[in-house]
């Protein structure tokens, strides 16, 4: 069997990432098994004690430039993989896409057990990577690499495909009026509490716009037991508890 795949962190998913599950279906109609790959990660409790660092004595909803750079580079990861994986399969359903979500106990990443995983003792060793453009170089170097360690009989024919917009105007109008609905905004207009850009972004009813929303949103929030900033030592002592304290404070 032919296999077309792509993988990523989905957090949250967005209306452009039904151009990815469009694709994928595309693929399927022509004789493709079209999995969906989706990682797991959650956000760390350093990431929450790192992003009230950036906010103590403000409200990062009234604070844009705190909240970018939380939603950008530190809380990344609000929902869990079983809440993404909901969402997708909602999409998925709503398309009527035969497109199949990955839920066993692999860990989703590019590596060798994954393809193992897809073909098996498949005669017919085809793999089909869809990737942004931003991983093409990486995944394409990923799959040389691969190859070269397996013995000929065993090696896996694998493509890397930059992903393309699928001529669907209705889908690609909406892609254009949600003004680049990566997820990183997502996660910023969370922060912002502003459901209505939220919206944009969201590919499905209002009804399933509030239910992400709203799962986003308590994701992004700081737990009470990271709202803590350890004050900075006076005096640098010698004891071991002072050498501790030390590296707790700037660690």
Do not use: C
């Not at 990523?8 to 109609?29: M, Q, V, W």
């Not at 939603?71 to 929902?79: G, K, S």
């Not at 360690?149 to 917009?165: C, D, F, S, T, Y």
């Amino acid at each position: 069997m032919k296999h077309v795949i792509a993988l990523g962190r989905f957090n949250p998913p967005t209306i452009g990432h039904s151009l990815l599950l469009a694709e994928l279906d595309e693929y399927s109609k022509r004789g493709y098994n079209a999995t969906l790959f989706v990682t797991s990660s959650m956000n760390k409790p350093q990431e929450y004690r790192r992003a009230f660092k950036l906010i103590p004595g403000r409200n990062p909803a009234a604070d844009e430039e705190a909240a970018w750079e939380i939603a950008e580079e530190v809380l990344r990861n609000p929902l869990s993989k079983e809440q993404k994986i909901d969402f997708l399969e909602h999409v998925i359903q709503e398309h009527g896409y035969n497109v199949e979500v990955y839920k066993g106990e692999l860990l989703v990443r590019l590596n060798d057990k994954l393809f193992w995983e897809l073909v098996g003792d498949d005669r017919e060793r085809e793999v089909i990577v869809l990737a942004g453009a931003d991983r093409v170089q990486e995944y394409t170097k990923f799959a040389e690499d691969f190859n070269e360690q397996q013995a000929p009989g065993l090696r896996i024919n694998i493509q890397i495909i930059e992903v393309g917009k699928r001529k669907d105007k209705a889908l690609t109008a909406k892609i254009g009026e949600a003004d680049g609905a990566a997820s990183t905004k997502q996660r910023y207009f969370a922060i912002l509490d502003d459901f209505e850009k939220f919206r944009k972004g969201v590919d499905g009813d209002e009804d399933f716009a509030w239910d992400m929303f709203n799962a986003v949103k308590a994701g992004m929030e700081i737990p009470e037991e990271f709202r803590v900033l350890k004050k900075k030592p006076t005096e640098e002592g010698n004891s071991i508890r002072d050498y501790l304290d030390r590296v707790s404070y700037y660690g």
